[in-house]
């Protein structure tokens, strides 16, 4: 089964905090995407990862192949950053994306 | 540069009926893919489209189809609606793979089937 699973699913913390979201998944992948939405819907594609590590900004991301997993983190967190960050892979055996449920953030001033 | 268009943003329909949402690309994008996002079932993945081609395709039943236009521009076509339909639709873009390329996604098309 072709499952993605991300940790926590909600996370409040404030603002200048150090954010850690965590996506596992259960098979080898070709890529992994790091997504943003923001409410009303809109989505920012934040990072595409097949190996190794991605830094812009205040964001990292970071994956490990070996262990199936990867983190999003965000460094000196702004209440701008409030939204819903899922993950989304591409299995190796696949051809279509598979998303993990989201982690809802919450940055309070 | 203007990013991916979703027309319409919102519509209502019912059980039954059929409805047409579309999305136009950036300029210069070959590749459109599509996603069907609900409370439920969140983000899923639907089908994708390079050059008038469908490439990838999720796991939905044949009522979600779709095409692309010489243009790059895609539409997509739900028929005989159900409730379960009920969904935000979002296309996204890409000037490469986007399994594996950049994602550009609308703002998307929320669909209300009553």
């Known amino acids: 089964k072709n499952e993605v699973e991300q940790s926590p699913q909600n996370l409040t913390a404030q603002e200048g905090e150090f954010i850690t979201i965590n996506c596992s998944y259960s098979?080898?992948?070709?890529?992994l995407h790091w997504l943003q939405q923001h409410p009303g819907g809109g989505i920012v594609s934040l990072f595409m990862?097949?190996?190794g590590k991605k830094k812009h900004g205040r964001l990292i991301a970071t994956i490990n192949i070996q262990e199936k997993h990867s983190s999003l983190h965000i460094t000196a967190s702004h209440p701008r950053d409030s939204a819903v960050y899922i993950c989304?892979?591409?299995?190796?055996?696949?051809?279509?994306?598979?998303f993990g449920t989201g982690t809802s953030l919450t940055v309070i001033p | 540069k203007a990013g991916v268009t979703q027309t319409p943003r919102y519509l209502i329909k019912t059980r039954g009926q059929q409805v047409t949402l579309s999305c136009s690309p950036i300029?210069?994008?070959?590749?459109v893919s599509w996603y069907q996002q609900t409370p439920g079932q969140g983000l899923q993945f639907l089908f994708e489209?390079?050059?008038?081609?469908?490439?990838n395709k999720g796991n939905f039943p044949g009522r979600f189809s779709g095409r692309q236009f010489s243009n790059s521009r895609s539409e997509m076509n739900v028929s005989t609606l159900e409730l379960g339909d009920s969904a935000l639709y979002l296309c996204?873009?890409?000037?490469?793979?986007?399994?594996?390329?950049?994602?550009?996604f609308g703002e998307g098309s929320r669909l209300t089937v009553l």
């Open positions: 300029s210069g994008h070959r590749s």
């Open positions: 989304a892979v591409l299995y190796l055996t696949g051809n279509q994306f598979y």
């Open positions: 990862l097949s190996s």
């Open positions: 489209y390079f050059s008038e081609t469908q490439r």
């Open positions: 098979v080898g992948i070709s890529a």
């Open positions: 996204a873009s890409s000037s490469s793979d986007p399994l594996v390329g950049e994602l550009f």
